[in-house]
């Protein structure tokens, strides 16, 4: 099976560009592979990539590798999605959450960037 990856995978290198500069909202899950409720909405993440492709970027940043960046925005727990727009934090969801949470938050953000 081709894996038709639609979120970007965050780095110290990429991540001023892709989210603090992009033009639309962009979800970032901050994550670690040992954490177990991290792979659990994996596939939701993944899924929120792809029902939001350019309309909404999605990142995962992992913050084993990356911890500097889970310091910078305070991240105390994993999995936290944090809600970008205009490169400014908006919104933040620690733990586990439905599919339908993930995308009222995007479609939030996305008919507030229309305006």
């Not at 001023?16 to 033009?23: F, I, P």
């Not at 993944?46 to 909404?56: K, N, P, S, V």
Request: charged letters at 20%; one cysteine or more; glycine letters at 4%.
């Amino acid at each position: 099976m081709a894996d038709n990856t639609k979120y970007i995978t965050l780095t110290n290198d990429n991540f001023q560009h892709e989210v603090l500069e992009s033009t639309m909202p962009v979800l970032v899950d901050f994550w670690a592979p040992w954490c177990g409720p991290c792979r659990m909405i994996d596939p939701i993440i993944r899924e929120a990539a792809t029902d939001f492709a350019g309309i909404a970027k999605v990142g995962k940043l992992n913050i084993d590798d990356y911890p500097e960046l889970a310091t910078e925005y305070n991240i105390n727990a994993i999995p936290t999605l944090v809600f970008f727009q205009k490169g400014q934090v908006v919104d933040q969801i620690a733990g586990a959450v439905p599919k339908q949470a993930i995308a009222q938050r995007l479609n939030t953000l996305s008919a507030l960037e229309a305006v």
